[in-house]
Structures are given as structure tokens and as C-alpha cells.
């Protein structure tokens, strides 16, 4: 029996939703070696995230608050760190770190920050843009260690402040849930689809970052007559938004919108392209989970896809906000399966090669080691 004292993390998360960062730490804390690590997440809200974790035995805090640096929940995560015994907490995006380094600093306990992509982007106006610039640069310099998980995302930072104590650890897919090989319930039937449409998804939470209106204007740009379907999969602030586009547009029979679903593999299996037309991503987990099942991507030509895709070879690049290239790249699939079906294997050789989630997790590993030994 291995009575070795286990290093405790604190894995924590700004929400209960589900998306990308929420994503990988399902799947880091599923993956880390059990039986020298302990991870205890808190989540800033309740959702699935949690209630899978729960339901897996993680202990699991929800302390409410969708508000940065709310320093009148400090104290309650304080409590928790003491309780708990906390060796590190490893804090998952900019809400998540805000509400938790100033306890952390205040016990002594190191705080490894995973940025997911900064909460500054391009489209912000100037004064928010440059206030969220000097929170980054406060929660930088209060961690130990800041993990990028894309190297754009560590070259935007060094362009406006300094990042001495910055990593990369690219993102892993779990190979064994995202394996085109493996069986899956049939969505396409569940849905009334034909084996032959050509369906073309978009699974995200519908927010501005993810543009689902510039998705939809593109639909309508594309000839009515074509067996292709419109996979929406998912929540957000601009699903209204998008639904009424598709009815004002008259797209709206090509376009099935369906709530959240935690089976993204049985999404993913049913459709032949993935569509993620962002306007900013850290490293979209979305796009590398879709390429790990062997689906060809078009995504916009942001951050961290930049890194993963080569156009033409793996996946199909666009500009943001460009609803007629982003048609015609569709289209270009929908035309050229032989095309689609070589960008589709290339996509899946890529997470194969370089995005497992063995080898991040074992990269994270070594990093709680070296943080406990200093």
C-alpha cells in the first residue's frame, strides 16, 4: 500500500459550464497519477463540470460569483485552502485566479496559472482592453508560474508586460473518448439525417468570441438547393440572437439547433466538417477534439489554430467576420470530398502526434514537482 502523502491540488475553474478550459480540467484531473495526486476543484458556478466531477468522487466546491477579484468571496475561498490542506492551486483563466490569489499568497501556497486566452482581445474598446492588460499583468506577477497553453498566447503577453516566469503546455485530447474508431449512438438517425447530408457542425457556447452570427450570415450565402445540414450545438448569450438571424435570413430549415450536450463524441461522429469561425481563442479544444475524430476543420486563422493549422493540409483557414470566404470554404469541402476525406485523416495524424492528453498531463506533472521542490 502506498502511504506516501499526496500533493493537493486545487484545480480551480471559473464556472460549472462546460467549454474549453472547463474541458481540460476534466480531463487533466481524470488523467494525473492517483496515487501522488489529490486534486479538489472549485468552480465559481454550479453546472455539469461539477456534477461530473462529483459524480467521479472529486470533491468538489461551488463558491458563487460571476465577478472577478470579488474580494467578499476571499474569505470562503481562504477556509477552503486551510481545510483542504492545499499544496498548490493551479487556477484555470482569469476569474478563476483573481478569486483565488490573494488567499493563496496570504497561506503561502504557490498559484500556477493556466491562461486559456487573455481576457484582453483586439475587439475591445481602449480603456476596457488596456484595464483587463493590467489586471493580466497583476495575476502574472502574483503566480508562480503562468502556463500558456499556445505559443501565440505567451508571445501577445511578452508584447505588454513581462512574462519571466511563463511556460507552454499545448493542450491534450483524451485519444481513448475521441477515437473515430470507437462506437457511437447513431445522432444522424436520432435526428431524421441521411447517411449522405453533408453535415457541417458548430458546437461551442454561442457568445460573441465565437461569432455565430457570421456562421449564419454565411449560410445564407450558399445555394438552397445543396443536401447540407447546419449541426448548432449549445448555449450562450447569442443563441436568440442566431435563431432569429436564421429566421430573418430564411436559413432557418437548414439549420438544426439543439441545447448543450455532454456526448460531444456522438456529436462529433454524426457530422462530416466542424465550423469554429471565432474572433479569439487561447487554443480552441473544440477544433483539436473534432480533429482527434478525424473531421476536417475550417476555422479562423486566430491565436492558437494558427499553431495546429496548415491550410489545405489539416484544415481550411478564413479570415474573421467574413461570412463569403467563410461559404466558400464550406462549399470547397462539400464540393471536393476526396479533399475533405485527406484534410480529415491529416487532422487526426496531428492530435495523434502532438496533442495528447498523456503527454500534457505527465508536462503538468513535472510542473507541480518542480514548483513543491522550490
Known amino acids: 500500500m502506498n502511504t506516501t502523502k499526496k500533493i493537493k491540488i486545487l484545480q480551480t475553474i471559473r464556472q460549472g459550464k462546460i467549454g474549453g478550459g472547463e474541458s481540460h480540467v476534466i480531463d487533466l484531473v481524470e488523467e494525473l ?3 501522488r495526486y489529490e486534486s479538489i476543484v472549485l468552480s465559481f458556478t454550479e453546472g455539469p463540470m461539477v456534477d461530473r466531477m462529483k459524480a467521479k468522487g472529486i470533491k468538489t466546491y461551488v463558491i458563487e460569483t460571476e ?18 490542506k492545499i499544496d498548490i492551486v493551479h487556477a484555470h483563466g482569469t476569474r478563476a485566479n483573481s478569486n483565488t490569489f490573494s488567499s493563496a499568497n496570504k497561506l503561502g501556497i504557490p498559484v500556477l496559472y493556466t491562461v486559456h486566452g487573455w481576457s484582453f482581445h483586439p475587439d475591445q474598446k481602449f480603456l476596457l482592453r488596456n484595464f483587463r492588460i493590467l489586471g493580466e499583468k497583476y495575476l502574472v506577477n502574483k503566480s508562480r508560474l503562468t502556463i500558456c497553453v499556445s505559443d501565440n498566447n505567451l508571445n501577445d503577453a511578452k508584447k505588454l508586460f513581462p512574462m519571466k516566469r511563463a511556460t507552454v503546455v499545448k493542450y491534450g485530447i483524451n485519444l ?12 444522424r438517425a436520432e435526428l431524421g439525417l441521411s447517411k449522405d447530408t453533408f453535415v457541417i457542425g458548430y458546437v461551442v457556447r454561442m457568445t460573441i468570441q465565437k461569432d455565430p452570427l457570421t456562421l449564419v ?5 450558399m445555394p438552397e438547393d445543396l443536401d447540407i445540414k447546419f449541426l448548432f450545438v449549445g448555449d450562450g448569450d447569442l443563441k436568440n440572437d442566431a435563431v432569429k438571424l436564421a429566421k430573418e435570413l430564411n436559413v432557418t ?9 455532454q456526448d460531444v463524441p456522438n456529436v462529433l461522429n454524426a457530422i462530416n466538417v466542424y465550423c469554429l469561425p471565432s474572433l479569439w481563442e487561447g487554443l480552441p479544444i473544440g477544433m483539436l477534439e473534432a480533429m482527434a475524430m478525424e473531421k476536417a476543420v475550417v476555422v479562423t486563422a486566430i491565436d492558437g489554430a494558427r ?15 467574413n461570412p463569403k470566404k467563410l461559404a466558400e470554404a464550406l462549399l470547397q469541402l462539400y464540393h471536393d470530398r476526396h479533399l475533405t476525406q485527406r484534410i ?12 495528447n492528453v498523456v503527454k500534457m498531463t505527465r508536462s503538468i506533472e ?9
Open 33 to 35: 497519477n492517483k496515487d
Open 67 to 84: 465577478t472577478p477579484f470579488d474580494f467578499t468571496k476571499w474569505g470562503a475561498v481562504h477556509a477552503i485552502l486551510e481545510k483542504e
Open 176 to 187: 481513448n473518448k475521441f477515437n473515430p474508431d470507437a462506437d457511437f449512438s447513431d445522432l
Open 217 to 221: 450570415r454565411a449560410i445564407a450565402m
Open 253 to 261: 430549415d437548414r439549420i438544426i439547433f439543439m441545447d448543450f450536450r
Open 307 to 321: 499553431e495546429v493549422i496548415v491550410n489545405e493540409e489539416n484544415g481550411l483557414l478564413i479570415p474573421p467576420q
Open 344 to 355: 480529415s485523416k491529416a487532422a487526426g495524424q496531428t492530435i495523434q502526434e502532438n496533442f
Open 366 to 374: 513535472c510542473i507541480y514537482d518542480s514548483t513543491l521542490e522550490r
